[in-house]
């Protein structure tokens, strides 16, 4: 986990604003598996890319979906 993460994490429990953490925690997440695929995209063979592409696809629908989530309900 990376200190973001951990502070946020920290303000939840405390009692602060969750949604502010949750939000903040998703998008470091999205970010940070972005960053990855790209790294694969650059560094991997073509068939890394079209396996790890799907992969990647459904961890960040799956995330910027309970982003929109948390977002607007």
Do not use: P, Q, W
């Not at 079209?50 to 309970?66: E, N, Q, V, W």
């Amino acid at each position: 986990m990376d200190a973001i993460t951990l502070s946020m994490a920290k303000i939840a429990k405390s009692g602060g604003d969750s949604v502010v953490a949750i939000n903040t925690i998703l998008i470091a997440a999205l970010s940070n598996t972005m960053v990855k695929f790209m790294i694969v995209l650059i560094i991997g063979s073509v068939e890394l890319r079209k396996t790890a592409f799907f992969g990647f696809c459904a961890i960040f629908l799956t995330g910027s979906a309970c982003l929109l989530f948390y977002t607007h309900f």
